[in-house]
């Protein structure tokens, strides 16, 4: 089975703070995703990569930014951290074929205080 | 751009009802189309999937069937149980790397 897997489930992080969301997938796939999910808004494309090192900014990118430089790992990083940040974030990867699904981790409930 | 357009929910049914959640796409070509469904406090997991027209896809009794003609990829389910309780998304995929994924629709079924 393919596992993508976020690092913390909840978080609570204070306002200014710099955050980090962790997302590992095992199965060699080379697009991951970061998305958040608000009530009313469905998901939200943040940031993608496509390989190593390799990044696109999504529909919402201000206030966020990304590392890749495993293949496997996919970070999110918060700069620094302010009360509109709260939300679920949902980390995803596939593989390039169009015809593939996304696999998507557990998700994080982060709050910001 | 490519885009998703599904049902507003919420939806509340009594269990052993029909199910039908609409859902229409935007985009050129031939995409990818899926459905997911999300419990709460989870993650998305897919639930079904056809990748061309006129293809259906199902699983656990959902089933939902790929319409170039109408531009749409109706979910289905004949009879729904209180464990299929959850929020359903209707997503794309086209020759690019992105998903683009509806609103979502939450579904209630009471016993």
């Known amino acids: 089975d393919v596992k993508v897997t976020q690092s913390s489930r909840y978080l609570v992080k204070r306002t200014g703070e710099k955050v980090f969301l962790e997302c590992v997938q095992d199965m060699d796939h080379e697009n991951m995703f970061w998305y958040r999910q608000d009530p009313g808004l469905g998901l939200r494309l943040i940031y993608f990569?496509?390989?190593?090192?390799?990044?696109e900014k999504g529909d919402i990118p201000e206030g966020y930014s990304v590392s890749r430089e495993k293949k496997e790992r996919f970070s999110l990083i918060l700069e620094s951290a302010s009360t509109n940040q709260t939300s679920m974030y949902l980390c995803a990867s596939s593989l390039i074929q169009v015809n593939t699904e996304a696999f998507f981790g557990q998700g994080t409930r982060l709050t910001v205080v | 751009g490519d885009s998703v357009t599904q049902m507003e929910g919420p939806v509340t049914l009594s269990e052993e009802a029909f199910l039908t959640i609409n859902c229409t796409y935007t985009a050129t070509g031939y995409p990818s189309l899926f459905w997911y469904v999300q419990y709460p406090g989870e993650g998305l997991q897919l639930l079904l999937k056809a990748t061309k027209a006129d293809d259906k896809g199902s699983n656990k009794g959902f089933e939902a069937t790929y319409r170039k003609e109408t531009t749409s990829f109706h979910l289905e389910k004949g009879s729904v149980q209180v464990s299929d309780s959850a929020v359903y998304f209707c997503a794309l995929r086209n020759t690019g790397n992105q998903f683009y994924f509806g609103t979502g629709t939450s579904l209630t079924v009471i016993p």
């Open positions: 990569s496509y390989d190593v090192k390799m990044k």
